[in-house]
């Protein structure tokens, strides 16, 4: 099983800032890894695949990075609908997700 | 629009059986892969169990293996996951979602509680 390992648990921000989260694989997924945004009581949206893909609709402001075992999401100017858990998922090797990033308001 | 709707969650006791439904709609539905994916109350994300576009192949995460089984029915563009033997541990709300790279589009979840 690939093991996903996201970084840190919590991180508190300010709006306006720009911020970056990590996620680290147990083994080389290639590029085949996604990102997902999880607000309180809604399903998960997929924001990123291909490790560096915005999927349709989502802002300039996300963008992702890597391949092999280390990758990151950057926000660049945190908006105040933008704090969410977020979660990246491996698909090279069935699919596992990391345990979770949750960003909160500092 | 793409709208993927689950139904038959709720209390079951240890042991029991239950039935997840999920409609889907906007999209064609026999040519995509379909996954479950849950989450306990609380928690991450686990990927459950997916389907082939025609139902000939199926894989499940291994704590489910034996247990539940994935099927679909692509006349009423239904997917399905029958959950037997159930555990405390498999409480969690269901989502079911269309494979793509990743998971492009999810339904609402369906929550599933087991507990005597």
């Known amino acids: 099983e690939v093991v996903m390992t996201q970084s840190p648990a919590t991180l508190s921000v300010s709006p306006g800032e720009r911020v970056t989260l990590s996620c680290r694989a147990s083994q080389s997924v290639r590029s085949k890894l996604a990102w997902y945004q999880q607000k309180p009581g809604q399903a998960p949206r997929l924001l990123i695949y291909g490790a560096s893909t915005r999927a349709t609709g989502i802002p300039a402001r996300f963008s992702g990075s890597g391949s092999g075992t280390e990758f990151t999401l950057t926000i660049s100017s945190l908006q105040s609908e933008d704090f969410a858990v977020y979660y990246c998922q491996q698909y090279n090797h069935w699919k596992t997700f990391g345990q979770g990033t949750k960003l909160e308001i500092k | 629009e793409v709208l993927l709707v689950e139904s038959g969650g709720g209390l079951v006791q240890p042991g029991g059986s239950l039935r997840l439904s999920c409609v889907a709609s906007g999209f064609t539905f026999s040519s995509r892969w379909m996954s479950w994916v849950r989450q306990p109350p609380g928690k991450g994300l686990e990927w459950v169990a997916n389907?082939?576009?025609?139902?000939?192949?199926?894989y499940y995460v291994d704590s489910v293996k034996g247990r539940f089984t994935i099927s679909r029915d692509n006349a009423k563009n239904a997917l399905y996951l029958q959950m037997n033997s159930l555990r405390a541990e498999d409480t969690a709300v269901y989502y079911c979602a269309r494979d793509s790279d990743g998971y492009d589009y999810w339904g609402q979840g369906t929550l599933v509680t087991v507990s005597s």
């Open positions: 389907i082939k576009q025609d139902g000939s192949e199926d």
